[in-house]
């Protein structure tokens, strides 16, 4: 077997299973991943649209909704184009790097969905528990270094990962069980001890789970507290609609991470990887603007104005 290292010139291609094993149903799944990411990119776009024209919406909360819903339609875009193109042609082979290259967008925006929720809870908190210092605190220099930062820390894990990666020996021609080249199908297939690389992927996953989690509770602990001593129940219920979508959102995000690394038995099944993994990649993209966009009047609102005034156009 021929083996390549990073600084090779020659490299090998990669053949992605998805749902091979499925031949019936590859028609139907292919019609049904289509709808997902019709949805997901008009969702994702639409919100960006309506967070931009309606004035009522320029603020702060709104502009973090506004850059989670760009991220969720590039993650979007960087896994279904691929897994469409995988379920109507026979040549399922992606290029070596055509696979790191997917690898490394999917790890740039995942990264940053997990910090741009955290810096929402904490946009949340500094809402509901220093109102009069709202403002201040969440100044438009801070909240334009928040998001920066979330990006770059997502390329900066990138990055990381990928040189790790990129250092390893593969063979020629590998077999990868899965729809999307994440980083354990990646170091699964390597003909090298892929042990630092996986290390590191597992400190770096932790730290964002920990990191950002810690944010979010400790968040919603203080903003729990404040609401409770909210003497009437419709102020309790005003404030704690505010955060529902959210916490929808992030229950939804974070439970799908914790499953796929705690689950007892879905290291031995690829199945259940792969449905983990399509929740993950291409069902929670579509379903936050769901979420966002079904609870929020003011969103409705200008949506109802767009399809009238498109209506009227036609």
């Known amino acids: 077997i021929m083996l390549f290292q990073g600084n090779q010139s020659s490299r090998p291609h990669f053949i992605l299973l998805g749902f091979s094993e ?10 049904f991943f289509l709808s997902i990411y019709t949805v997901t990119v008009v969702g994702n776009l639409g919100m960006i649209i309506i967070i931009k024209i309606n004035s009522k919406l320029h ?9 989670l819903s760009f991220i969720d339609f590039c993650f979007s875009t960087v896994v279904t184009p691929k897994l469409l193109e995988n379920l ?3 040549d399922r082979s992606i290029s070596f790097y055509g696979c790191i290259m997917q690898f490394s967008f999917i790890c740039i925006f995942g990264v940053a969905e997990t910090y741009m929720l955290a810096v929402m809870a904490y946009d949340r908190f500094v809402a509901v528990c ?3 210092l709202y403002t201040v605190v969440m100044s438009q220099k801070l909240c334009a270094l928040l998001v920066a930062g979330s990006y770059m820390w997502g390329i900066v894990c990138s990055l990381t990962l990928t040189y790790f990666l990129l250092g390893l020996f593969y063979c020629e021609s590998s077999i990868i069980n899965n729809f999307i080249c994440d980083h354990s199908v990646i170091v699964s297939v390597s003909c090298s001890d892929p042990y630092i690389s996986q290390m590191l992927c597992f400190i770096t996953a932790v730290f964002n789970e920990v990191s950002t989690l810690m944010i979010i509770l400790v968040s919603y602990i203080f903003i729990f507290i404040t609401v409770m001593k909210i003497p009437s129940a ?11 979508s959210h916490l929808t959102a992030i229950s939804i995000f974070h439970g799908t991470i914790l499953f796929i690394y705690c689950a007892p038995n879905l290291k031995t099944s690829w199945l259940l990887v792969k449905m983990a993994c399509m929740f993950y990649a291409v069902m929670i993209p579509m379903l936050n603007p769901l979420i966002y966009s079904l609870r929020n009047k003011d969103v409705k609102d200008t949506l109802k104005k767009l399809v009238v005034t498109y209506c009227i156009i036609i």
Do not use: D, W
């Not at 419709?234 to 529902?244: D, E, L, V």
């Open 234 to 244: 419709s102020g309790r219920q005003k404030t704690f609609s505010t955060c529902a």
């Open 130 to 132: 220093n109102p009069l």
């Open 22 to 31: 499925y031949p019936q149903l590859q028609v139907p799944l292919f019609f």
């Open 59 to 67: 603020t702060i909360m709104y502009f973090f909704l506004s850059h």
């Open 88 to 90: 109507v042609v026979e």
